[in-house]
């Protein structure tokens, strides 16, 4: 049943594919400085938004002509094929307590490639949404957003509490799904603001880090280790503070990380973002908090101190170049109770993407990232890829890459995780996805 629904939904999206082919405009999405989605595009703000005013109007959808409603509804859906060259899946390891770790609620195992699960063709997402957009300059207004995500990538967008419930909770629940296909409900918030002001409160996806969840908004199909051990979700409330165009302010609360709600666990959620012109952004984003709800065993009740960060430089010298660098950093307390057991353990890496546009067709880019584990094991992780983004018209993205990965000390592949130490240290692996917006 599920492979036929597959084929199903694979056959959907070629022919949707190939009825958006036939309607093909002349301002491609690669284009970021006239993206209607995009933040720079303001249609409510003329002045911000003349280098690409016909852009933003010219769309034959609600969620490309923002200038006509407040109200807005999309989507896309996302099909890809990916190998390796060991023909295997995504390997989990198995914790002596609890059993296997499928990383229900986040981005799984950051050694592992959390958004290509299978050896073979596979959905990714199918993602549905609608929202009011707030348009503080009449004063104060009301706005919110709802999205609803289905496929292999549905695992890391659940929430504790929510979708599923975790191991230790006496109401343990199975999770929205089976086998690799899992539901979400990827965001579910409401937005009050006033002038330079906003509030959100729900559901919303993490800032952290500069790759998006969403397939169409980030350039590679797979994703890197730097995202895997950066929360995907946060429910809770956060501010935003905007005293001018070039600076922004944001705090708040939020219920750890990829969690709905849970009284014992509480995160402290900061950033601040720079934008002084058009060729150069800078964003911090930093997250103080405690999991004190993951399991008990006969040693006592897990305790989960943590501090996470991440810092993304973005430069745009020019139409064509595009470079990020981003810096992230996990640090957990990972220590059973008494104290005397308790240990630290984390992540952090360096993850840098160069994207070159041809034109508004096609771009090649390519990522180079390193990330070092340490505490229960050590072990220095490399990841390289190549990619090519062809975008034939507004609502179609083609993008296939080669990745190689290699590990040193206690490490695993994505796609061999055998005892520690991996007998094999490096890997090759690749595919493609087709996106279709709508």
């Not at 014992?264 to 058009?278: L, Q």
């Not at 353990?345 to 180079?368: P, T, V």
Request: proline fraction near 5%; glycine fraction near 10%.
């Amino acid at each position: 049943m599920r492979k036929l629904i597959k084929g199903c939904l694979g056959v959907a999206t070629a022919v949707i594919a190939v009825h958006f082919a036939l309607a093909e405009v002349n301002a491609g999405l690669l284009d970021r400085g006239c993206d209607p989605c995009a933040a720079a595009c303001d249609p409510c703000d003329a002045a911000a938004c003349d280098p690409c005013e016909a852009a933003c109007n010219s769309g034959l959808f609600q969620r490309s002509n923002r200038s006509a409603s407040l109200w807005n509804f999309g989507g896309h859906l996302e099909a890809g094929i990916w190998g390796n060259q060991w023909g295997n899946k995504n390997t989990y390891w198995t914790d002596p307590f609890v059993g296997p770790q499928v990383g229900y609620g986040n981005s799984a195992d950051p050694r592992l490639l959390p958004n290509v699960r299978n050896t073979g063709l596979q959905m990714n997402q199918a993602w549905f949404f609608v929202e009011r957009q707030l348009n503080t300059k009449r004063g104060i207004d009301f706005g919110g957003r709802i999205d609803f995500a289905y496929g292999t990538d549905g695992q890391f967008l659940q929430s504790d509490g929510l979708e599923f419930r975790s191991r230790s909770d006496s109401k343990a629940s199975i999770p929205w799904g089976e086998g690799d296909y899992f539901a979400a409900i990827a965001q579910a918030y409401a937005e009050v603001g006033f002038n330079n002001v906003n509030v959100k409160v729900g559901k919303f996806l993490s800032p952290f880090g500069h790759e998006s969840a969403m397939s169409p908004d980030r350039f590679f199909y797979s994703l890197s280790h730097a995202y895997g051990f950066q929360p995907a979700t946060h429910t809770g409330v956060i501010a935003t503070w905007s005293p001018n165009k070039k600076v922004a302010f944001a705090g708040g609360w939020c219920s750890n990380q990829n969690t709905f709600y849970n009284e014992d666990d509480n995160t402290a959620v900061f950033g601040a973002i720079f934008t002084p012109n058009k060729k150069v952004s800078l964003a911090y984003w930093g997250a103080i908090g405690q999991d004190k709800s993951l399991w008990t065993t006969t040693w006592g009740q897990f305790k989960d101190n943590y501090f996470l960060q991440s810092v993304v430089l973005t430069l745009k010298p020019n139409q064509r170049w595009e470079y990020t660098f981003e810096w992230s950093l996990l640090n957990a307390d990972n220590g059973w109770e008494p104290k005397a057991q308790r240990g630290y353990a984390g992540y952090y890496g360096i993850n840098n993407e160069l994207i070159y546009r041809f034109n508004k067709k096609w771009a090649a880019g390519i990522r180079a990232e390193w990330m070092h584990e340490y505490g229960i094991a050590t072990a220095n992780y490399y990841e390289y890829t190549v990619g090519v983004n062809w975008t034939p018209n507004q609502w179609l993205l083609i993008r296939p890459e080669v990745r190689y990965d290699k590990v040193y000390g206690e490490g695993f592949l994505p796609f061999n995780a055998t005892p520690r130490p991996d007998p094999r240290n490096d890997q090759v692996s690749g595919g493609f996805s087709a996106v279709v917006k709508f």
